[in-house]
C-alpha cells in the first residue's frame, strides 16, 4: 500500500495515491493500489516449524484472558501456522523495524475485546524484539498505554464496544448512533486501528443500553446489523471530518468470528472450538462469509480518506482451533470468541506491518 503517503511522507505522492483510490471506485481493497498486486487475505494456513514468532511465556504483556499456555492448553500445534496468502508471501515480521517507523509516534487500537485482543499481541511481538528494552505503563481503565521508551513509542488501547456513544440520561443508559463524542481522545494518535462488531447483538443483563437513539427517535431495540450500520456510517463521517491523511493513517480491523457451532465447518451441531486442533485446510469456509462484513465493506466505501481494511475475518474463520476456550485466566468455560496470544492476532499484525513496509 501506499504507506509512505498514508503516514505523510510526500504531499505530492498523498494527492497522486488518492486520486488512484478515488479512480478506483474507492473500491475497499487490501489497501492494494495495482489490481494486480496480491490479496494478502486470501490464501491458507500452512505448517511452518519457526513460529510461533515469540514465546509467550516471556511476554510480560500477555493477559490472563489470552494467556492459553500459562492456563494448561495442552496442545500447540495450533502456535505452528503461518498464513500464506496466495500469490505472494507476508513479510516476517521484524519489530525492531517496525518501533524505528513508529519512533516518537502512539498506536492506538479502539474498540471492544478483540482490540485488546490484537493490541496484546502486538505488545508481545515488540516485546519479544526489544527484551531488554525499558517500558513503561498507565492504565485509566478506559485508556491503557504501553510506551516503549528507547523508541518513545507509545501502543494504547482506548475500551469503546460500540464506537458510538453510550450516554446515561434520565430515562437511562442511550446508545446514540449518531454521536461520537469519545473521539476526541482518538485525535492525538499517528496510526488508528478501529473495530466494533461484537457487542452489537448482545441483549439481556450485559447489554449496557437501555435505550437506542437513531437521529431524534428514542427506541426501547431495533434491527442490530441496521443499527451496527448506522453506527459504523457515523464512524465514517468522523474519519471524513476529523482524520488528515498526512499524519494520521487509519486501520480497520475487520470481523472477528467466533466458532461455537461445528456445523459452520463442517464438524457437528455439538461441537465448538473446545478440543479443535488444526485449522481447517482450505481457503474457504464452508458457513460461507459473515453478512456483517458485506456492512463493513459497504461503509467503508463511502469514506474519502483513505482506511486500511485489515480483512481479517476469512483467514480467522479458517481457525476454529486458536481460541483459548477453557484455558484462561477469567474464567470463561469455553471462550471462543478470543485468541490466544501468542496466535492469530499475531497474524492480524503481521498483516498490519505489511501494510505498513510494502
Ligand atoms: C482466492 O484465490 C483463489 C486462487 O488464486 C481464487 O480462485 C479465488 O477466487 C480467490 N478468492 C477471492 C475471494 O478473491
Ligand atoms: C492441506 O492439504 C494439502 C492437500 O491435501 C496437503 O498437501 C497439506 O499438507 C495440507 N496442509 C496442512 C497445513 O495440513
Ligand atoms: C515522545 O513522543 C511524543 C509524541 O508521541 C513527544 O511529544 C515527546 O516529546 C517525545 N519524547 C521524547 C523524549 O522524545
Known amino acids: 500500500m501506499a504507506s509512505g503517503a498514508h503516514l505523510g511522507f510526500g504531499p505530492l505522492l498523498l494527492r497522486y495515491v488518492s486520486l488512484v483510490l478515488v479512480a478506483s471506485l474507492r473500491r475497499v481493497t487490501a489497501g492494494r493500489l495495482s489490481p494486480a498486486a496480491c490479496d494478502l487475505f486470501n490464501g491458507s494456513w500452512v505448517y511452518d516449524e519457526s513460529y510461533p514468532l515469540y514465546d509467550s511465556e516471556s511476554c510480560p504483556f500477555n493477559r490472563r484472558e489470552f494467556d492459553c499456555l500459562r492456563y494448561g492448553r495442552p496442545d ?35 474498540g471492544d475485546s478483540l482490540s485488546l485482543n490484537q493490541y496484546d499481541s502486538l505488545l508481545c511481538l515488540l516485546h519479544a524484539a526489544v527484551p531488554n528494552g525499558k517500558t513503561s505503563s498507565t492504565d485509566t481503565g478506559t485508556l491503557k498505554t504501553v510506551t516503549f521508551e528507547d523508541y518513545n513509542v507509545s501502543v494504547m488501547y482506548y475500551l469503546s464496544h460500540y464506537l458510538v456513544d453510550i450516554v446515561r440520561e ?148 479458517l481457525r476454529k482451533d486458536a481460541h483459548p476456550s477453557k484455558y484462561n485466566g477469567v474464567h470463561f468455560q469455553n471462550d471462543c470468541t478470543h485468541w490466544c496470544v501468542a496466535g492469530l492476532p499475531d497474524t492480524w499484525n503481521q498483516l498490519m506491518y505489511a501494510a505498513l513496509v510494502s
Open 76 to 110: 500447540k500445534l495450533y502456535l505452528k501456522y503461518r498464513w500464506s496468502p496466495n500469490g505472494c508471501d507476508l513479510p516476517r515480521f521484524d519489530g525492531r523495524d517496525l518501533l524505528r517507523r513508529w519512533k516518537g509516534k502512539k498506536i492506538m487500537f479502539v
Open 170 to 317: 434520565k430515562i437511562g443508559r442511550v446508545l446514540k448512533l449518531d454521536s461520537i463524542q469519545g473521539g476526541r481522545v482518538w485525535l492525538g494518535a499517528d496510526v488508528l486501528i478501529f473495530n466494533t462488531w461484537h457487542w452489537w447483538p448482545t441483549r439481556g443483563p450485559s447489554q449496557p443500553w437501555d435505550f437506542i437513539q437513531d437521529g431524534n427517535k428514542i427506541l426501547k431495540d431495533m434491527d442490530r446489523n441496521e443499527a451496527f450500520s448506522k453506527a459504523l456510517a457515523t464512524w465514517a463521517r468522523w474519519v471524513d471530518s476529523n482524520i488528515y491523511p498526512a499524519t494520521t493513517q487509519v486501520f480497520y480491523q475487520g470481523i472477528s468470528p467466533s466458532h461455537y457451532h461445528g456445523q459452520d465447518w463442517g464438524g457437528s451441531y455439538r461441537e465448538s472450538c473446545s478440543g479443535q486442533r488444526q485449522p481447517l485446510n482450505a481457503s474457504t469456509y464452508p458457513a460461507g462469509p459473515l453478512p456483517e462484513q458485506a456492512i463493513v465493506k459497504n461503509v467503508l466505501r463511502t469514506i474519502s480518506k483513505p482506511v486500511y481494511l485489515l480483512d481479517i475475518t476469512l483467514l480467522s474463520l
